[in-house]
């Protein structure tokens, strides 16, 4: 098995998130990428982002999709492999689904 997508999945999770903490600007919230997707070909990315508090979700990732074609062209000036990923952001649902699951189970009686 190759090494290569890891490798590059964690240089694009380093790059993103360091060029959300000099570009983005939002006061209101606390984004985090946390975890970052190239396909196979290279050719695309889903980088996933949390967003604390969670009312704030759609305005931070509206905010950073606004900034992805900076983003995306700055990826592709500092990485050295090629084809570089064209990034695309979505909401990470794993979280939200943790937190419901823990819900679920502290409300269950303890024996």
């Known amino acids: 098995m190759s090494h290569?997508?890891?490798q590059i999945n964690s240089f694009l999770l380093a790059e993103v998130s360091q060029f959300l903490v000099r570009n983005l600007e939002l006061t209101d919230a606390l984004v985090t990428v946390t975890r970052v997707e190239a396909t196979p070909d290279l050719k695309f990315a889903k980088a996933f982002i949390s967003v604390l508090p969670e009312n704030r979700r759609l305005s931070a990732l509206k905010a950073v999709r606004k900034i992805t074609g900076q983003l995306n062209r700055e990826i592709f000036r500092s990485a050295a492999f090629e084809?570089?990923?064209k990034i695309n952001f979505?909401?990470?649902e794993i979280e939200t689904s943790a937190q419901t699951?823990?819900?679920i189970l502290d409300s269950l009686p303890h024996e």
């Open 4 to 6: 290569r997508l890891p």
């Open 83 to 85: 084809p570089v990923p």
């Open 90 to 92: 979505f909401i990470d």
């Open 101 to 103: 699951i823990e819900k």
